[in-house]
């Protein structure tokens, strides 16, 4: 049976996700980075993050620090020339948003010309005053707590975050100091199931859960996480729902193997020339 049909309906926009929030309709967010995800991700999600996760998991980065707003602007153009139903949250890069409201302004305002219809940035507290500026520019956020990969070096690696009593209480603070400051929506990465429930009930805008449990509003899982596209350590909260790597594979072996055997083009892949010009191009020989 095809699940296709499940996401049909009206193009995704903020007030929508409030109103399905509100409804207790559980969000469904995955990543994209071109046309072809966009495209394959946009009949069944709700939201496609257009994530600065395209430097490790694309563009062969440790991390997701080196990605600058070039990569993104570039990564978004291909996501919103698909021309979306689901809402297309463009993630802000590392030093996009640091060095002052200008800037974060600019940069963001950028994201939303090229046809995105929300920003995430990642923290808390300290990021309160640029999260102020961008709703003040009519620019929806989405706000970022617990695991956010941009501090990688505070953190110490990528380590599940709030076990300890200090963080976990700060967590919960700042979830409630970025909805006060106008966030839409907060993904909570890598932090206990209980901590991610405790949020979820004491606030009004939906959480978007990835290594949080299973408390929060809504799921994001990475598209090329999902689909199995990637080999090697696999974080314990991903869950694959196709062999990709392993099927597109073997799709590549059996073509390489009828190229080398001659299988492959058959007389359905090649074109015919005219009958009239059969004779004349046998008859043709070099000119010198
Ligand atoms: O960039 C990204 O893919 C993200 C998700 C992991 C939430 O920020």
């Known amino acids: ?10 193009r995704v926009t903020v007030p929508l996700i409030q109103q399905w929030k509100g409804e207790g309709r559980r969000l469904v967010m995955t990543t994209a980075y071109d046309a072809v995800a966009a495209r394959i991700a946009d009949p069944v999600v709700d939201m496609i993050l257009v994530g600065d996760s395209v430097g490790n998991v694309c563009l062969g980065f440790d991390n997701t620090l080196p990605v600058s707003m070039a990569m993104m602007n570039h990564h978004l153009e291909a996501v919103t020339r698909t021309r979306p139903r689901a809402l297309v949250v463009a993630d802000m890069p590392y030093l996009s948003f640091h060095l002052g409201p200008e800037e974060t302004i600019r940069n963001a ?65 700042d ?22 429930a405790r949020a979820t009930e004491t606030l009004r805008i939906p959480t978007i859960g990835i290594g949080a449990g299973p408390h929060c509003s809504g799921q994001v899982l990475v598209f090329h996480d999902l689909l199995g596209l990637i080999q090697g350590h696999k974080a314990k909260f991903v869950r694959t ?3 990709g790597f392993a099927q597109l594979q073997d799709g590549m072996a059996r073509y390489a193997e009828d190229v080398r ?12 020339l005219p009958q009239a010009l059969q004779a004349a191009v046998a008859a043709w020989t070099p000119k010198s």
């Not at 003040?136 to 076990?163: A, W, Y």
């Not at 909805?179 to 839409?184: R, S, V």
């Open 1 to 10: 049976m095809s699940h296709i049909a499940q996401s049909e309906g009206p």
């Open 109 to 173: 305002g950028g994201f939303m010309q090229r046809g995105a219809g929300a920003v995430k940035l990642e923290g808390g507290a300290k990021r309160i005053d640029m999260v102020r500026a961008l709703v003040d520019c009519e620019i929806p956020v989405m706000g970022h707590l617990g695991l956010t990969p941009q501090s990688v070096n505070v953190m110490g690696g990528f380590k599940v975050q709030g076990r300890a009593a200090a963080d976990a209480l700060r967590l919960l603070d």
């Open 175 to 196: 979830a409630h100091a970025l909805q006060e400051a106008g966030c839409f929506a907060l993904v909570l990465e890598g932090i206990p199931s209980e901590l991610a």
């Open 241 to 243: 729902y196709v062999d």
């Open 261 to 272: 055997s001659g299988a492959f083009p058959g007389q359905a892949e090649s074109y015919a």
